[in-house]
């Protein structure tokens, strides 16, 4: 709205206006969704151990990813057995803030890449 303003008259307040709004706009985008500032600056912490998988039963599929003591939910759903008794080597990348899930790959216990969210 205020470029085409802008555009008509030719003020410089009318594009400061609509620079300035589309900058508010980012911000209150950056604070309605916490881990989209560590997304947006590639801010990861990656964590590597013993894990299991478990489909979650949602709507939208996917499953729950428990490592140690925590759990992490992705959409991503592997293509290899999987549930509570099955254990794999994972490594998990997640955001530093929130910790929200970003990938997670499984190994086998001899190494091999059994499945890759990347």
């Avoid at 003020?11 to 400061?16: A, E, G, H, Q």
Wanted: aromatic share 12%; proline share 3%; net charge negative.
């Amino acid at each position: 709205m205020y470029i085409s303003q802008w555009r008509s008259e030719r003020k410089l307040s009318k594009l400061l206006g609509a620079v300035f709004s589309v900058l508010i706009a980012i911000v209150c985008f950056m604070l309605a969704v916490p881990d989209t500032y560590d997304r947006a600056l590639g801010r990861y912490e990656t964590e590597s151990g013993s894990c299991y998988v478990v489909d979650n039963q949602s709507k939208q599929g996917g499953v729950t990813l428990w490592f140690e003591e925590a759990s992490y939910d992705f959409r991503a759903t592997p293509d290899v057995a999987y549930g509570p008794g099955t254990l794999f080597d994972c490594t998990v990348t997640l955001t530093k803030v929130q910790s929200t899930g970003v990938d997670y790959e499984l190994r086998s216990a001899e190494g091999d890449v059994l499945y890759s969210s990347d």
